[in-house]
């Protein structure tokens, strides 16, 4: 079941949604999640995680977290093993989210899949 959350106008004009028990920033990523949910269900992926935190460290020193939308493996069936992918569903790209995006490539080794 799914229940849009409206207390204050949002900068974007997107609408929360609180679905299994996760608040989605917008409609497009709670539709999202559902779309992972049912490539893990038929084993295209696995591992999904929601909203996963990615600490970015430079010389033993937190400079700040990145938090993902999605987290998830792609499963290969030629191969043994599977790909680690971090997702993000976007809207709008703000200068704050392009700074941690490269700074997830170039400290993490993480290049983020946009949605």
Request: net charge positive.
């Amino acid at each position: 079941m799914v229940f849009v959350v409206r207390k204050n106008r949002m900068k974007y004009g997107n609408k929360k949604v609180r679905l299994d028990g996760f608040v989605f920033d917008s409609k497009k990523e709670s539709e999202r999640y559902i779309e992972l949910l049912m490539r893990q269900k038929v084993g295209e992926i696995s591992g999904l995680k929601v909203h996963p935190v990615f600490p970015i460290v430079v010389n033993d020193q937190k400079v700040c977290s990145y938090e993902a939308d999605f987290l998830y493996y792609v499963c290969h069936l030629d191969i043994k093993g599977s790909a680690l992918v971090v997702e993000d569903v976007k809207g709008v790209k703000t200068q704050v989210y392009i700074l941690k995006r490269k700074l997830m490539k170039a400290i993490r080794g993480i290049e983020i899949k946009e949605v």
